[in-house]
């Protein structure tokens, strides 16, 4: 089993930044995929980031450029920089491990942004 606990969420206003963190821990394989996704009200979880442990990583098209995603493999935790914050960004963040066949969510943290 895998325990996600992510931090990081907040209010702040449009143009401003927060910066996510989501520590992992239990049976933490190496070779797993960590990312992010959101969920806004009334709509459908999507895709934020994602990073491989090798460091490959992979974007939603209306963050490129303005968020970024890095994790420290020897602590088990993927970190979200998100910069240039929009209201359009308001949602709860789900932390996502990806190991072999099995996928663990955290429990999510809400960034809300002001216009």
């Known amino acids: 089993q895998v325990q996600l606990v992510e931090s990081g969420g907040g209010l702040v206003q449009a143009g401003g930044s927060l910066r996510l963190s989501c520590a992992a821990s239990?049976?933490?394989?190496?070779?797993?995929?960590m990312g992010w996704y959101r969920q806004a009200p009334g709509k459908q979880r999507e895709l934020v980031a994602t990073?491989?442990?090798?460091?490959?990583?992979n974007y939603a098209d209306s963050v490129k450029g303005r968020f970024t995603i890095s994790r420290v493999n020897i602590k088990n935790t993927v970190y979200l920089r998100m910069n240039s914050l929009k209201p359009e960004d308001t949602a709860v963040y789900y932390c996502?491990?990806?190991?072999?066949?099995?996928?663990?969510w955290g429990q999510g943290t809400q960034v809300t942004v002001s216009s």
């Open positions: 996502k491990v990806v190991q072999g066949v099995n996928d663990y």
């Open positions: 239990g049976s933490i394989w190496s070779g797993n995929v």
């Open positions: 990073m491989t442990s090798g460091g490959s990583t």
